[in-house]
């Protein structure tokens, strides 16, 4: 029984992948209509930035602006053809509060920065403990200097939270996944596979627009969403070793 969670964790999730751990959220996809400023899906958001940069995440993720009928300006977007984003339901709150991720040597580019707090706002991510439900060492990925284009490639730690640090506070994926919207091609089945975050700054969520720090994620191995391993929340650390160690064995075949 164990073991054949951990066998079913592996299989789920492949070592290069990176996924997010949660027992309810999944990927729902979307389309043109559906992205009109009206809160639904809760990243649909009405923009306060004014003038060219008055588009959501959504408009960006779908490189196109229903306010000018046609491709967002300055664009181009992403143009993802079948996009799809996580959450628990497709509601006004159907965002998830706490999730996690595994895996992953992971490319991370700074995409966008639409927020008055752009300049300060910082992104990064914490090691995780699920057993222990505890973060461990923190990293910083960009600095509020830096600017879109960045870029910087990570072997996270087995287990990790990503955080966004705004003069409001500082947000986790864990205790306030609320303020992460993640995107992806559900037509995506080659590598490179691309996720893109798109963050709200603000403690209130304020315009949930998410696109006041946008980042994408670049990895190899196809992600998806896992449940949290059962092997994880009743083993010790000594079980994790022999996870990690088939991990390895895994890669070699
Ligand atoms: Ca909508
Ligand atoms: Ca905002
Ligand atoms: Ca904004």
């Given at each position: 029984?164990?073991?054949?969670?951990?066998?079913?964790?592996?299989?789920?999730?492949?070592?290069?992948?990176?996924?997010?751990?949660?027992?309810?959220?999944?990927?729902?996809?979307f389309s043109q209509s559906d992205v009109?400023?009206?809160?639904?899906?809760?990243?649909?958001?009405?923009?306060?930035?004014?003038?060219?940069?008055?588009y959501n995440i959504g408009h960006y993720i779908l490189g196109y602006d229903p306010?000018?009928?046609?491709p967002i300006?300055?664009g181009p977007g992403v143009g993802f053809a079948t996009p799809?984003?996580?959450?628990?339901?497709?509601?006004?709150?159907?965002?998830?509060?706490?999730?996690?991720?595994?895996?992953?040597?992971?490319?991370?580019?700074?995409?966008?920065?639409?927020?008055?707090?752009?300049?300060?706002?910082?992104?990064?991510?914490?090691?995780?403990?699920?057993?222990?439900?505890?973060?461990?060492?923190?990293?910083?990925?960009?600095?509020?200097?830096?600017?879109?284009?960045?870029?910087?490639?990570?072997?996270?730690?087995?287990?990790?939270?990503?955080?966004?640090?705004?003069?409001?506070?500082?947000?986790?994926?864990?205790?306030?996944?609320?303020?992460?919207?993640?995107f992806?091609d559900?037509?995506?089945?080659?590598?490179?596979?691309?996720?893109?975050?798109?963050?709200?700054?603000?403690?209130?969520?304020?315009?949930?627009?998410?696109?006041?720090?946008?980042?994408?994620?670049?990895?190899?191995?196809?992600?998806?969403?896992?449940?949290?391993?059962?092997?994880?929340?009743?083993?010790?650390?000594?079980?994790?070793?022999?996870?990690?160690?088939?991990?390895?064995?895994?890669?070699?075949?």
């Amino acid at each position: 029984m164990v073991m054949g969670a951990l066998a079913l964790a592996l299989m789920a999730a492949p070592a290069g992948a990176i996924s997010i751990v949660d027992p309810s959220g999944i990927f729902f996809g979307f389309s043109q209509s559906d992205v009109n400023n009206d809160n639904v899906p809760f990243w649909d958001g009405n923009s306060s930035d004014s003038g060219a940069n008055d588009y959501n995440i959504g408009h960006y993720i779908l490189g196109y602006d229903p306010d000018v009928g046609g491709p967002i300006n300055p664009g181009p977007g992403v143009g993802f053809a079948t996009p799809q984003y996580y959450g628990l339901n497709t509601d006004a709150t159907g965002y998830d509060t706490s999730f996690y991720f595994m895996d992953g040597d992971t490319t991370v580019t700074l995409k966008l920065e639409i927020a008055g707090y752009a300049g300060s706002n910082e992104f990064g991510w914490y090691e995780y403990n699920p057993t222990t439900k505890t973060l461990g060492n923190k990293h910083v990925i960009f600095t509020g200097s830096a600017t879109p284009g960045e870029e910087t490639t990570i072997s996270f730690t087995t287990y990790f939270v990503f955080y966004l640090k705004s003069l409001e506070g500082e947000f986790t994926t864990l205790t306030g996944g609320s303020h992460f919207a993640i995107f992806r091609d559900g037509s995506d089945t080659m590598a490179p596979f691309v996720w893109y975050i798109g963050m709200e700054d603000l403690a209130t969520l304020g315009d949930k627009d998410y696109q006041d720090m946008v980042v994408s994620l670049q990895f190899d191995t196809g992600g998806g969403v896992v449940p949290i391993p059962g092997s994880v929340l009743l083993l010790g650390s000594g079980l994790l070793g022999l996870l990690a160690m088939g991990r390895r064995r895994n890669k070699r075949l």
